[in-house]
């Protein structure tokens, strides 16, 4: 089963697949950096460059930025008391005072060490986990493929949380937007309206330009941020080499927030603030001083740092295995690994070994990376980023929103598509509609659909055949069990606080 | 900015249902036309998005009745408003003008509107970006840009 990990190790280390994860972990560390750029959004940015490339190159560019991104979120949250990524927020409350005190520097090499150990943690989770769950959704067919869609888009609107009615009508508009273009059946236009450029439906990367790309970039514009200020002078940075033996005494809570971040990454919905945020009470409620966390304890830094990092790798588990994304970078990615004609679930892991393998390998690189490129030399060059002038910045991204989405098939047309999908995705985004649904819905609906009339041939057309056996049936179970079982436990909650309230 | 006053039908998320309703219902029309099976995808989804919205309306305006604040979209409408017409602006630019002219205009007029008037900085940026764009893309990738309508007429 792990032969296949080993296989695909030599092609990893050559030197341009090695070169991309570098770069990416740079890339990522200066996006993470930037309050209001995301991973998210980088690595949507990202994916309409990568189409002329191997796709192992373009999926190391993606690991490395993801891994980079999420440690250099601690920069700003540190310096600036602004957390560079949602996930970077819990590190804001140790790593700040710190930064007070004249220790921003160590703040920034425990970040970097403890997200180091996260993302290693977290990519040997998935290598050891991924292969075996693949092996048993190989043996699905067309009914259960079919299944297992309809699991994973009511599994992240459910338990995304927030609002069931806002995460649904996501859904329905990404797999509404994944039925235009030709039938794959019969091959009769749907909702193309003559247009040509229509006919092969909405390549999913201009979808993603437009709605996890386009909102940040009206938010840079919108806000002026002042972040001047920062000068390598105000860390205190010693060599990490020397700082390390400090950060030992951590080992506790990097094992214990690397299980959290591992888990929560796995669990559809929940994403890496969750993970730190869980992750920095636990370190927080066994620690024999919690008096002190708040004022400068380097130890909550690891906690949530160490766990971040730890919920990269592993939500690619069930992204991987079954096309279900356990975050919103998950579901970008799943979008990268479909540019390359790779469709994520089961059938990935037997037609493509060499690239999903090689892809675990490249993320356990990048987060070895980190400690090498986000150590403290260059964490005083980071630092600095936070001087550029955010409108600036903000007309390159569009420059290359647009040489992106134009490159794709070289027309206009997508680019005026994506600009649509922008203005959608601004409007989602202000009223708090959860946006990695539209992208599921996507990516899931084609799948489900052409699983679903897959199914009823076999069947002859009868309906029944979507319930004929136990995997079925099972996957039933569950997809009804994720939807009723936040509602029941919403209801539970409200009856208790009702009570409590009386 | 304060959403007190905005009238029960101008509320955003009431707004926005009521689009949602209104696009579902134009598209769900060529379904008719569709085999039913090729149909039965769309229409299921777009039925969904209709339902949805009518419960998203009425979910709104109870909270409407109930005098809670409608959800802001922006502190600075002029500027969400700006920011969106330069882009649409730059993409129909680069459409008639071609890519070149548009970008080395767009960077530093977007970056001078929003804030940012260092005039060399300004300079720099716009030579260094458009400088790498060209040799990544056109001289390393022998990439294709718009080279404009109007010059092509």
Redo the contacts between chains.
Sequence with gaps: MYSDLLNALPEVVGLTNFAAVVIGVIAGIVVGAMPGLSATMAISVLVPFTF?LEPLVALGLMAGIYNGAMYGGAIPAVLLRIPGTPAAVATTFDGYPMAQKGEGGFALQVAVVSSAIGGIASAFALMLLAPPLSKVTLLFGPSEVFWVAVFGLASIIFLLGGNP??G??SA??G??VS?VGS?P??G?D??TFGQLELLDGINIVILLVGLYA?PP??DL????LKTDGVNSSKLGTEPIWRTLPRMFRFWKTWIRSSIIGIWIGILPGAGGSMAAFMSYNEARRASKTPDTWGNGEPEGVAASETANNADTASALIPALTLGIPGTAVAAVMLGGLLVHGLQPGPMLFRDNPDVVFGFMWQFLFGAILLILLGGSLATNSFARLLNL????L???I??LM??GV??IH?R?FD??LM?GF??IG??MD???FPLPPVVLGLIL?GF??EN??LA?RIGRGDWLVLFSNTTSLILVALTVAVIVGPLIKRRFVNKRAQETAG | MSDHHTPRLLR??TL?ALG?IVAAAA?LA?TTT??P??AL??AV??G??IV??V??LI?DQRKASAGEDA?S????PK??I???GL??G??LA??LLGFYPS?AA???????????R?PL??AV?TVI?VGT?WLI?DFG?S????TGLLWKE
């Design positions: 002329g009615v806002k649904l009508i329905c508009f797999v509404f039925v039938d059946i019969y009769s749907r909702f386009l970039v009206i514009l919108e806000t002026p002038p955010r409108p600036l903000g007309s390159v569009i420059v647009l040489i134009y490159s070289g206009m680019v005026y600009l922008g203005a601004w409007v202000k009223l708090k609906g489900a659909e679903l009339r009823l | 955003p998320e926005t949602i598209f060529p569709l085999r099976i090729s995808l769309p989804m777009l969904g998005l949805l919205s419960l998203l979910a959800v979209m922006t502190r600075s500027r969400v700006g920011a969106f882009i649409l730059y993409a680069t459409d970008t767009s960077i530093p007029l977007v970056a001078w509107l929003f804030g940012y260092n900085g300004l940026a970006v764009i893309f990738m990439q294709d840009f718009p």
